[in-house]
């Protein structure tokens, strides 16, 4: 073999490297995005169906449903245009109540979102940014007497 072939192998084989070593991170990229999806864009088929992403909203008043022989709940999340039924098994955030705004992780089946994890705001006035914008899509222009942000 010549020294510019063994060079060319070389540049060739540095080349074929790079590009595996970028595939590999671009799928690991795209495993690990959790991508925010309201109830109306959950409802316009937006979402994907068995893939991990967050629902942000409010949850509906009266709702909340929970199973007395485990950590099984069931509440209803609206951005007030549309709503979609929650399933959590596990002990929700202190801070959880009807009407007040939060961001689940976790993947819808069927018509169900089955959360891995429930995340509520920490005071009165605060809002998830995500869960602000949804509402101001759908009218709301304040929650608990605080203008959105």
């Given at each position: 073999?010549?020294?510019?072939?063994?060079?060319?192998?070389?540049?060739?084989?540095?080349?074929?490297?790079?590009?595996?070593?970028?595939?590999l991170a671009l799928?690991?990229?795209?495993?690990?995005?959790?991508?925010?999806?309201?109830?109306?864009?959950?409802?316009?088929?937006?979402?994907?169906?068995?893939?991990?992403?967050?629902?942000?909203?409010?949850?509906?008043?009266?709702?909340?449903?929970?199973?007395?022989?485990?950590?099984?709940?069931?509440?209803?999340?609206?951005?007030?245009?549309?709503?979609?039924?929650?399933?959590?098994?596990?002990?929700?955030?202190?801070?959880?109540?009807?009407?007040?705004?939060?961001?689940?992780?976790?993947?819808?089946?069927?018509?169900?979102?089955?959360?891995?994890q429930v995340l509520?705001?920490?005071?009165?006035?605060?809002?998830?940014?995500?869960?602000a914008a949804t509402?101001?899509?759908?009218?709301?222009?304040?929650?608990?007497?605080?203008?959105?942000?």
């Amino acid at each position: 073999m010549t020294p510019r072939q063994k060079r060319m192998s070389f540049v060739a084989v540095l080349i074929a490297g790079v590009a595996v070593a970028i595939g590999l991170a671009l799928m690991a990229l795209n495993e690990n995005i959790n991508h925010f999806y309201g109830p109306k864009q959950i409802k316009a088929g937006e979402a994907p169906q068995d893939h991990s992403f967050r629902i942000g909203g409010l949850v509906v008043v009266g709702s909340v449903k929970r199973d007395t022989s485990s950590l099984k709940i069931n509440f209803d999340l609206t951005d007030t245009a549309e709503t979609v039924t929650v399933q959590y098994e596990g002990i929700l955030p202190d801070l959880f109540r009807e009407g007040q705004g939060i961001v689940a992780t976790g993947k819808m089946q069927n018509d169900i979102f089955y959360a891995e994890q429930v995340l509520a705001k920490h005071d009165e006035n605060y809002m998830p940014p995500e869960v602000a914008a949804t509402l101001k899509e759908s009218g709301i222009t304040e929650h608990n007497g605080a203008p959105l942000k």
